[in-house]
């Protein structure tokens, strides 16, 4: 019996496999998001606590201790904790949007480029590099109070174990000499932080590993390991290792990646480079800021839910009648296939003959269009692997497979727990745990109209970047 624990956005969840990777049982708790204009926290011991609490509920389905014990969890963000991993303030997440103007002011002055080019990672509001910078000028004292500015997975971890540490995966944004597979010192000087690298947590090669403390939910003696964060994670549980093949998780993110053999640190500061536990294998990582968060939104706006979504799409043609979606809705802006902390979304086209069905579907197609663009910069060129909670609504999955104009090998469920045990488990049996759970093909006459469609999107991207640019 193997556990894995993805501690998510908006979802935590533990999942357990037999030795076959068949899941057995899985237990899942909402998350919160504290929202205030362009902030976006999250308060660590509910976190925690949901964790113990997926947990709790699922040891009395074990049947005794499990083999090993899994842990991933949402990336980016700064989880400030004391020295027994105790919240000294809220978590700031990756979708948070407070430093957006100081990665404007690095972008502009050069130190984007400069810690791209070292690091293979592009700065963007919600990762730690700018909101350090942010605490460091209005919240010394959270700084000066906490030991860590740590990760999501790694607080968790701590206080199941104890142990302070981090993985490569996590640590690669944005402060990872990706050959050294430590952090660079210029970054953090470019940064202007290195007064505060102390803050960072060890790097643990290849993964940080612990047993339960005493008061824990966990029998005493179980191996824990803090697996990579939930991207490199579901690309584990998913197959996704030889270079070419990709990945496109379709959850609150739209986290899109393929597989490299070396860091590409030239071209444009954008997108970023995870570790792996392989020295020869990176995943270079294009993941846009608002996936399933987008369409949520949307259907909000016109009464409906996830539920609806498959007999909304059926109710509007591809080409949504002509209205069009730009889906950049997060407050940060995007972060991939390009930065630009100003981007917002746009919908043109409407009409008083526009329903709702065409509100939706212009919203997937444009999330599916903003996939593509994603991967195409990230290099995908072999098969492509699709897993997140978007694809349980077929029509969308379809949509999906229309327009990335190639098959879609669906991911077995709970992908980020299994990569988890997989990444602390490697005597395991990688291509049972990571077989398909299915492949839908595109429709050849809906993917040659996608195709014409797509250019049009990547013209009116380029339009409006001019326009967020020029800040009107």
Not at 39 to 57: I, N, S
Not at 157 to 163: A, E, M, N, S, Y
Request: charged content about 20%; glycine content about 12%.
């Amino acid at each position: 019996m193997y556990v894995g624990i993805d501690v998510g956005t908006s979802v935590v969840k533990a999942a357990a496999f037999d030795e076959d990777g068949r899941a057995l049982a899985v237990e899942s708790r909402p998350a919160r998001t504290l929202r205030s204009d362009s902030r976006v926290e999250q308060d660590t011991e509910e976190v925690v606590a949901a964790a113990a609490d997926v947990l709790g509920a699922l040891r009395p389905r074990l049947g005794g201790r499990p083999a090993a014990v899994g842990l991933t969890g949402q990336g980016d963000g700064v989880w400030l904790v004391d020295g027994r991993a105790r919240p000294v303030r809220p978590a700031i997440s990756w979708m948070d949007g407070r430093s957006a103007a100081i990665v404007n002011e690095w972008t502009a002055g050069g130190v984007a480029a400069e810690v791209f080019a070292r690091t293979g990672n592009a700065l963007f509001p919600g990762c730690p590099a700018p909101i350090l910078a942010w605490l460091d000028r209005h919240e010394p004292g959270a700084l000066d109070a906490a030991a860590t500015a740590a990760y999501c997975k790694d607080v968790v971890f701590q206080r199941f174990t104890g142990v302070r540490a981090t993985d490569a995966s996590d640590a690669s944004v944005p402060f990872l000499d990706p050959r050294a597979r430590a952090y660079d010192a210029a970054s953090l000087d470019a940064c202007g932080l290195s007064h505060r690298a102390g803050l960072l947590a060890p790097i643990a090669e290849p993964l940080p590993r612990g047993e339960p403390l005493g008061d824990g939910p966990l029998p005493p003696g179980t191996p824990i390991t803090a697996g990579p964060f939930d991207v490199p994670a579901c690309a584990l549980g998913a197959g996704v290792t030889e270079p070419g093949d990709g990945l496109l998780i379709i959850g609150t993110t739209l986290a899109c990646l393929a597989v490299v053999d070396e860091p590409a640190l030239d071209g444009e500061p954008t997108g970023f480079h995870f570790a792996t536990t392989r020295p020869d294998r990176w995943l270079r990582g294009m993941p846009a800021m608002v996936g399933t968060a987008a369409l949520e939104w949307v259907l909000a706006r016109v009464g409906a839910s996830h539920r609806d979504l498959d007999a909304l799409l059926a109710e509007s043609p591809p080409g949504a009648r002509g209205v069009r979606v730009l889906p950049f809705f997060s407050p940060s802006g995007e972060r991939a296939p390009f930065v630009e902390p100003a981007a917002r979304a746009e919908i043109t086209g409407v009409s008083l003959e526009t329903t709702t069905a065409d509100l939706v579907r212009a919203t997937c197609e444009g999330i599916a269009y903003a996939a593509r663009h994603c991967l195409d910069a990230a290099g995908l060129s072999g098969a492509l692997s699709v897993a997140g909670g978007g694809t349980r609504s077929d029509g969308w999955l379809e949509l999906f497979a229309g327009v990335l104009g190639r098959p879609l090998r669906v991911a077995a469920g709970e992908a980020g727990a299994r990569g988890a045990v997989l990444a602390g488990s490697p005597e395991l049996d990688a291509a049972a745990w990571t077989r398909p759970a299915s492949v839908r093909d595109p429709d050849g006459t809906r993917a040659a109209f996608y195709a014409e469609e797509y250019e049009v999107y990547k013209a009116r991207v380029e339009a409006a970047r001019e326009r967020w640019r020029s800040g009107s």
